[in-house]
């Protein structure tokens, strides 16, 4: 009787040892196993520098922080959006961007587009917390 069994034990024991090296092969894979289609979002607005306009916040912010119009045009045409830091209000949508600067500052600027122009609404060190007496 023991025999009997010994057929089917022996298989089961087969079949669970090729699954197990199935789900642990490593090597080779193929090609649509590896293939993760990553869409590109749009960007929310143009990257034009020629039509950034600067509030009175922002200048005073820039002189504060030591940022100057080069590097906040820098950060618009080179800089990663933040979308967590997206927000919206009755004046409409703003966009935080975060780079580094060329005198190697980690800044993020919030910029307000409008159909012909870029505001750039403030410019913020994330390293640095310089005094400030803008209002």
């Known amino acids: 009787m023991l025999k009997k069994y010994t057929v089917y034990l022996m298989f089961a024991v087969a ?7 199935k789900l642990n092969q490593r090597g080779k894979k193929y090609a649509h196993d590896k293939i993760q289609v990553e869409a590109k979002a749009p960007e929310p607005f143009e990257r034009n520098i020629a039509l950034l306009n600067y509030s009175k916040h922002a200048q005073c912010r820039m002189g504060c922080r030591h940022i100057d ?3 906040v045009e820098d950060i618009l045409q080179n800089g990663k959006f933040n979308y967590q830091r ?24 919030v910029f307000a587009p409008h159909s012909d122009k870029i505001t750039v609404v403030t410019v913020i060190d994330l390293d640095t917390d310089w005094p400030c007496s803008c209002n």
């Open 15 to 21: 079949a669970l040892l090729l699954l197990w090296i």
């Open 69 to 71: 119009k080069e590097e």
């Open 86 to 109: 997206t927000e919206e209000d009755e004046k409409g949508v703003t966009y935080a961007m975060e780079g580094i600067t060329k005198d190697n500052q980690m800044v993020r600027i």
